[in-house]
């Protein structure tokens, strides 16, 4: 096996790096949406990894999305939802599923963050459980009318397209369920956003929808198909979910070491001390083993094999590990890691996102467990596979 990074995903990386510092760094402390960023972002071409030239993307695939992700969570954790919907789970979704005016109409203009994008699953009643969406989708003969209400939006009150998942009939469930395309600046779309805890710069927000509209061509596969879609573009949001979990493990880890060799307690520096040495050492395992599983994922993804059980693995895994390195971060630096004047106390809010979006911890467990014991697999038929849709010129 081959850890050693592709001279192409290296390259990428370095532009992120060198972005990263000029860019996202001297804003850090600035709460808030921060629109220029992901335009910026957008023409460096990081939400372009896995989408071939004709939509903007240079083909390097999904481990190099990963580690792009990583590497502006590590700086940013906000910023690391804009690769879900900025890459995975809006425009390859409809990149995917949907039929040639969708892709030619949308997937472009969110990969170069021209235009952004959000997906709609979550409803008051209805999160993990995605057989009780209660929004419906309607056949009005020459468009979609869509009713209902959806939360936990991320970019919803700032998104100019959206995938929203609704059912036609409720009556069957799973089979009932269907994704479109809707653009939102339209009559009956309406936003609100809602405060939390941490990702300040990851706006979320409730959307209420009354007859809006959508025309046909804008179903992404086929009425009762909606289920399908979901689970793919799940599996692929889990990417970039649990890479964003390992690069903020990692700022905990660099804003530790760092402290640990300045900070002097009792007339040493702590790093000395052997409950600080053993709290670090922690910590790298974490990160290390958290981002082995994470490549290893998106490497599978790369070469067409299935990798929802892996990438469930990694996302339960850093999701975790995320949790723990941000907590004993807050260890190593005793009281100044409760202080605003420190970077810490951010990364603690930021950390628990990571055990609940793209799917929570016990639904990961739930998922890892069926397939250990042999109840259900985990791993899904693969419907597409990266290499689909290289040659889209």
């Known amino acids: ?15 992120a790096q060198r972005f990263v510092e000029k860019e996202i760094k001297p804003k850090a402390k600035e709460e808030g949406f921060k629109r220029d960023l992901v335009s910026k972002m957008g023409e460096l071409g990081f939400f372009g990894c896995a989408f071939p030239p004709r939509f903007g993307g240079s083909d390097s695939g999904f481990l190099a999305h990963s580690v ?16 879900n919907l900025q890459a995975m789970t809006v425009p390859y979704t409809m990149m995917e599923w949907g039929n040639d005016t969708v892709k030619n109409k949308y997937v472009a203009d969110l990969v170069s963050g021209k235009k952004l994008g959000c997906t709609c699953f979550s409803e008051p009643n209805a999160g993990s459980d995605l057989a009780s969406i209660e929004t419906r989708i309607e056949d009005k003969g020459d ?9 936990w939006i991320s970019n919803g009150n700032v998104a100019d397209y959206a995938v929203v998942y609704g059912t036609f009939d409720r009556s069957k469930k799973y089979k009932g369920l269907c994704a479109v395309v809707v653009e939102t600046n ?7 956003e809602t405060p939390k805890l941490g990702d ?19 179903l992404l596969g086929k009425m009762g198909q909606g289920f399908v879609v979901a689970m793919t573009a799940l599996d692929r949001g ?24 300045q900070r002097v307690a009792f007339g040493k520096l702590i790093r000395d001390y052997q409950m600080v040495k053993a709290t670090i050492a922690e910590m790298v395992a974490q990160v290390e083993a958290a981002r082995l599983l994470v490549r290893k994922a998106a490497w599978l993804n790369d070469q067409g094999l299935p990798f929802s059980r892996e990438i469930a693995i990694a996302k339960y895994f850093a999701g ?19 202080s605003l004047e420190m970077p810490v106390e ?16 016990n639904i990961m467990r739930l998922l890892i467990a069926d397939d250990a014991l042999g109840v259900k697999n985990a791993n899904r038929p693969r419907l597409h596979v990266p290499s689909d849709f290289r040659e889209l010129e």
């Open 1 to 15: 096996m081959n850890f050693e990074l592709s001279d192409e995903v290296k390259g990428i990386l370095d532009t």
């Open 68 to 83: 792009v992700c990583e590497a502006i969570s590590r700086a940013d954790s906000g910023l690391r939802a804009l690769f």
């Open 143 to 151: 468009h979609f009318e869509i009713n209902g209400e959806k939360t």
């Open 186 to 192: 339209q009559p009956g779309w309406t936003t609100r």
């Open 200 to 218: 300040k710069s990851s706006p979320i927000a409730e959307i209420h929808m009354e007859n809006v509209r959508a025309p046909k061509e804008n």
């Open 238 to 261: 889990r990417i970039s979910v649990s890479s964003g979990a390992v690069g903020l493990a990692q700022a905990c880890l660099d804003a530790s070491i760092t402290y640990a060799n």
């Open 320 to 338: 975790e590990a995320v949790v723990k390195c941000a907590g004993m971060a807050m260890e190593v630096h005793g009281g100044m890691g409760y």
């Open 346 to 361: 951010k990364y603690y809010r930021d950390s628990k996102l990571y055990q609940v979006g793209e799917g929570t911890v």
